[in-house]
């Protein structure tokens, strides 16, 4: 085992404490807002439910229920969970939460929409295609997948925690879906947290037939 490379993983030493208070106020993903927005121009349904993998402290959830969508907000971060029923523009009726994490999750059938912002790369890969196989049955004929892979360009990509993917692997990933956003982006940046990094990430919207 290459003990620097742990030493440094984001996943096993990220305080999310500090992340939360980075992003806090920060809008939902634009790749949420495509979901719904399609939903909103294609269906007009009632007691729709949606599933926001790797909530986080609620940016996306909160987006959801202003829209009355059911939620299931799941994190593997207690502390996470936490902010989120704490926080006071939540409509609790509409919302149940679930701490657990990706290896270990069980996932309701016949749900509407999947959300998972920048969240399924930190499953580990002995792990990530048992939980894509998983999002997938969950979802109904016509329900959607919305959020990120990480490419394996990305500088993230060396640390084994992590799941990085090629483009063909995304590409086979969504074979049981029409896609309806496919954005490749690559380029030098900075996290929330200002850590100098190399983003590769797939932007994905995408339809289950």
Known sequence: ???????NDPLVNRNWADYYDAVRGHPPRNTLITALNLFDAQE???NKLAV???CGDGRDTIELIRRNWNVLAIDGERTAITRLKNRSDLDHTLLQTQIIRFEVLKLPLETDLINASFSLPFCPSSAFFTLWEK???SLR????????FFGDR??????PSMTHLS?????????????????EQEQDGLTPL?????????QIVARKR
């Open 1 to 7: 085992m290459n003990t620097q490379l742990t030493l």
């Open 44 to 46: 007009n349904f009632g």
């Open 52 to 54: 926001d993998l790797g």
């Open 135 to 137: 999002i997938v049955k």
């Open 141 to 148: 004929s016509g329900g959607r997948f919305s959020g990120q």
């Open 154 to 159: 990305d500088s993230w990509a060396i640390y």
């Open 167 to 183: 483009c063909q692997q995304v590409e086979i990933l969504l074979k049981p879906f029409e896609v309806e956003l496919f954005q």
């Open 194 to 202: 200002k850590e100098n990094r190399h983003w590769h990430i797939f």
